[in-house]
């Protein structure tokens, strides 16, 4: 069983930045593959970012390249999503999840553990 909390979710002006880290329980983070998606209101769930168990690859939207930046620290059991140059189209709930070995990154159906998010908005 693995638990994730998100944090680091607020209010922030168009073009600002923020940071959101999910840490996650047990002694075996390290072997697992971690993403970043996210819900909009009336949105499905999509993907944002993932990084391998290794750290050393790492996948992102289309939308957020060159914006986001996903990284961890297996020490710390935490993985970040690294948000800059923030649009309202940001604007929605941030969910972690993790799952032993992924089949396809991008599919949220792949992912065993899921955070309970938490809410960034970007006023314009």
């Known amino acids: 069983q693995v638990q994730l909390v998100e944090s680091g979710g607020g209010l922030v002006q168009a073009g600002g930045s923020l940071r959101l880290s999910c840490a996650a329980s047990?002694?075996?983070?390290?072997?697992?593959?971690m993403a970043w998606f996210r819900q909009a209101p009336g949105k499905e769930r999509e993907f944002v970012a993932a990084?391998?168990?290794?750290?050393?690859?790492?996948y992102y939207a289309e939308a957020v390249k060159g914006r986001f930046t996903i990284s961890r620290d297996n020490a710390k059991n935490t993985v970040y999503l690294q948000m800059n140059s923030l649009k309202p189209e940001d604007t929605a709930v941030y969910y972690c999840?993790?799952?032993?070995?992924?089949?396809?990154?991008?599919?949220?159906?792949?992912?065993?553990?899921w955070g309970q998010g938490t809410q960034v908005t970007v006023s314009s």
């Open positions: 999840a993790a799952v032993r070995g992924a089949d396809y990154y991008t599919e949220a159906s792949d992912y065993d553990y």
């Open positions: 047990g002694r075996t983070f390290s072997s697992y593959d």
């Open positions: 990084i391998s168990w290794s750290g050393g690859g790492t």
